[in-house]
């Protein structure tokens, strides 16, 4: 399967700042990932479907001007959360699609993000 | 819409017993379901991938089934040990398409 990798593992910053979270797949070509997040106690979420050169397909519900996804090359893709606030402290996770037609995800170890 | 359900939500059992933990869904048009490991403030390790197509799917102590007529999966850990101590977590893709729905994970302590 895929290794994928996350940028950084943690990050901790103040409110209204913005942050950025890398999604690498080190080993694989992947024209689809996914971005997820994770209140603590809770399941994963799906939050948008990020296409290689192509505009990101959010979920309902989740803000695509706060939650900015760019997917520019086929092993990298970048989730910015804007303008941070408290409720957004979160553990964010990416994966990737692997081959097409199989649909098995392999996930990166995940950003915990606190906003203070 | 696809929900995912598991049941139960917490388990703790002795060292060496064998156990079941159940995931059940209510879009029974899936292209697959996929059981994955979750340590504490980790991210998640792929356990087994169950296709649509299949019933069943092992991996040395782990069995995993799949009956989509009745829309549930069950993961079969023998011989458990301490060290299987984590949170379980089942997604199945939502009807048509490739995206993922969790169900809320069943956290499993294994006693020494």
């Known amino acids: 399967g895929a290794v994928v990798s996350q940028h950084p593992s943690r990050v901790i910053c103040k409110s209204g700042t913005s942050v950025k979270i890398e999604c690498r797949s080190l080993?694989?070509?992947?024209?689809?990932m996914f971005w997820y997040r994770q209140f603590p106690k809770q399941s994963l979420m799906l939050m948008a479907t990020s296409n290689e050169g192509s505009k990101a397909t959010y979920e309902q519900g989740v803000e695509k001007d706060k939650f900015l996804i760019n997917h520019a090359s086929l092993t990298l893709s970048t989730l910015t959360v804007t303008s941070a606030h408290p409720e957004d402290s979160s553990f964010y996770i990416c994966s990737v699609r692997g081959v097409a037609g199989e649909y098995e995800q392999y996930f990166g170890p995940g950003t915990r993000l606190t906003v203070t | 819409k696809q929900e995912v359900t598991q049941i139960p939500a917490a388990l703790s059992v002795p060292e060496g017993e064998n156990l079941v933990l159940n995931c059940s869904f209510t879009d029974s048009a899936i292209y697959n379901l996929q059981w994955f490991r979750q340590d504490p403030g980790k991210g998640l390790t792929s356990l087994l991938l169950i296709q649509s197509s299949q019933r069943e799917q092992t991996s040395g102590r782990l069995n995993a089934s799949l009956d989509k007529s009745s829309g549930r999966s069950t993961l079969y850990i023998a011989a458990s040990q301490p060290g299987d101590s984590a949170t379980y977590l089942c997604a199945a893709t939502q009807g048509g398409s490739e995206k993922l729905v969790f169900g809320k994970g069943t956290k499993l302590t294994v006693n020494p």
């Open positions: 080993d694989f070509q992947a024209t689809t």
